[in-house]
């Protein structure tokens, strides 16, 4: 006989009954009602013998139970993919049958501060790092649809990034020298001898507040962030006469099937799979939508050539006779193909820089001559507008001392491509040595050891050495070989 399931309404469950008699509600079952199942019952505390022998019917009541809370506690069910989820279950499949969750005062009160406690404790152990890596130090900021500005400050190091602090700045102006203050101050709580570098954004009082910072602490970097950098590189390219009308077109074409909750339906029939629309502020979405576009070419033809679009009403529309116009022209496409073809190879850097997994630093010098290149192949007629557009842009912003240096004690580059006698190479490599490097006498014990880098000698030589060069995070190479 299976037990019973008791009704046991807290005093709180009570109260919440007692008021809903005043309220509007229309009348009907409360979810206790409706589901039983949402009273804990009696025989959580023990198992039967029968169903301990029954693993997945276990298993699937679980899951139950858990979609159940995700549901009707309104959580999207993506929240199941956190890295926190498994680790929860099988915390409390290792408890036991009737252990008893945290009470929201527990949650929030000591929980959280046990948190609190481990978060300063992986910060402290993260800080050890600084004294063999040194830091770079990014400054972001961003205003709120509500126009609240906060500028925030994170700490990067060995791979991993920590928030430091935010700071309200609304209704405070950012000139070059509120900036220049709030940076050197940010600089001396993370201490300076750790600030290899710091990054900011490309508006010129971020820039001059920067130039400020280096001159009182002439041991530290700026540099630009590399991802806005090439987002303005796209922008830049959008204005060619042979590039803006074909993104305004591809703009006009999406944005009206978008628009149009048919032509929409009449798409998606179509079509595998959704447009992508470009957004405001990132430039690079003008050409992955006009990629988009392409990928869709096919669906997109047989759509406006399809009955369902010439009984449509939106087939009559000006701008929908347009739209099938430019979809039905081969001059576009053909056009767009080109452009995304030349657009490729600056996405595909500024995809290395806006992502998380790989330091960038070492890679993006070599990856802007390698974009080059391959917009040289591309469009060997036309290109030099483009180079012209790259080089403007890493000699201003995109490309710094440092990473030139970072580039030439990268093994990966070092070995493979001969650079160790470059001048250029060599003259960054030592003016960011002396800028970095206090101490004259270091400095030059360092750059001594340069010959012994680029000629594999010693450590640099081993096996383990020669097989690292490409694969590990160049570095962490530098600490162990």
């Given at each position: 006989m299976e037990p019973t399931r008791t009704r046991n309404l807290s005093r709180t469950q009570n109260v919440k009954e007692g008021f809903g008699k005043f309220t509007r509600r229309e009348k009907g079952p409360s979810r206790e009602e409706i589901d039983p199942s949402i009273y804990r019952q009696q025989d959580v505390y023990q198992q039967k013998l029968k169903n301990m022998w029954n693993p997945k019917k276990w298993a699937k009541s679980a899951k139950h139970a858990i979609g159940k809370f995700f549901i009707y506690q309104n959580i999207a069910p993506n929240k199941a993919q956190g890295p926190y989820y498994q680790c929860m279950i099988d915390e409390i499949a290792r408890a036991g049958v009737g252990v008893e969750g945290p009470t929201?005062?527990?949650?929030?009160?000591?929980?959280?501060?046990?948190?609190?406690?481990e978060l300063k404790e992986y910060i402290d152990e993260f800080k050890k790092k600084w004294e063999v890596y040194g830091v770079t130090l990014m400054c972001d900021g961003w205003t709120s649809i509500t126009h609240l500005s906060i500028t925030n400050f994170l700490i990067y190091c060995d791979g991993k990034t920590v928030f430091h602090k935010s700071?309200?700045?609304?209704?405070?102006?950012?000139?070059?020298?509120?900036?220049?203050?709030?940076?050197?101050?940010?600089?001396?709580?993370?201490?300076?001898?750790?600030?290899?570098?710091?990054?900011?954004?490309?508006?010129?009082?971020?820039?001059?507040?920067?130039?400020?910072?280096?001159?009182?602490?002439?041991?530290?970097?700026?540099?630009?962030?590399a991802a806005h950098s090439l987002d303005l590189v796209l922008h830049d390219f959008a204005k060619f006469k042979s590039v803006s009308p074909i993104l305004e077109q591809a703009k006009k074409c999406t944005n009206f099937i978008y628009n149009h909750g048919k032509v929409l339906h009449l798409m998606r029939q179509h079509c595998t799979g959704e447009l992508i629309r470009p957004a405001q502020t990132r430039f690079a979405t003008n050409y992955i939508a006009l990629e988009s576009l392409l990928q869709h070419k096919?669906?997109?033809?047989?759509?406006?050539?399809?009955?369902?679009?010439?009984?449509?009403?939106?087939s009559k529309d000006p701008i929908g006779k347009k739209v099938r116009q430019t979809l039905m022209d081969s001059k576009f496409w053909e056009r767009a193909k080109k452009i995304v073809s030349i657009h490729a190879p600056i996405a595909k850097v500024l995809r290395i820089v806006d992502g998380e997994k790989l330091t960038t630093m070492p890679y993006v010098y070599a990856a802007m001559i390698k974009a080059k290149e391959q917009i040289q192949e591309i469009a060997p007629n036309s290109c030099k507008k483009y180079i012209d557009v790259i080089d403007e842009r890493c000699r201003k912003q995109i490309i710094s001392r440092i990473h030139i240096a970072a580039y030439y004690l990268n093994p990966a580059y070092q070995y493979s491509e001969n650079i160790g006698d470059q001048p250029e190479l060599i003259s960054a490599l030592k003016d960011v040595v002396n800028r970095i490097e206090p101490s004259s006498t270091i400095a030059s014990h360092a750059l001594a050891e340069v010959k012994i880098f680029r000629e594999a000698m010693h450590g640099f030589s081993s096996r383990l050495a020669v097989k690292g060069r490409e694969k590990t995070d160049p570095a962490e190479w530098w600490f162990l070989y």
């Open positions: 929201p005062y527990e949650i929030g009160g000591s929980i959280l501060e046990d948190e609190i406690e700071v309200n700045t609304t209704g405070i102006d950012k000139d070059a020298n509120y900036l220049f203050q709030l940076m050197d101050e940010v600089v001396q709580e993370i201490g300076e001898k750790y600030v290899v570098q710091i990054i900011t954004d490309n508006q010129s009082s971020y820039k001059r507040a920067a130039e400020l910072l280096m001159d009182r602490r002439p041991h530290l970097y700026w540099t630009s962030c096919n669906g997109l033809q047989r759509m406006m050539t399809s009955d369902e679009w010439a009984m449509s009403a939106s």
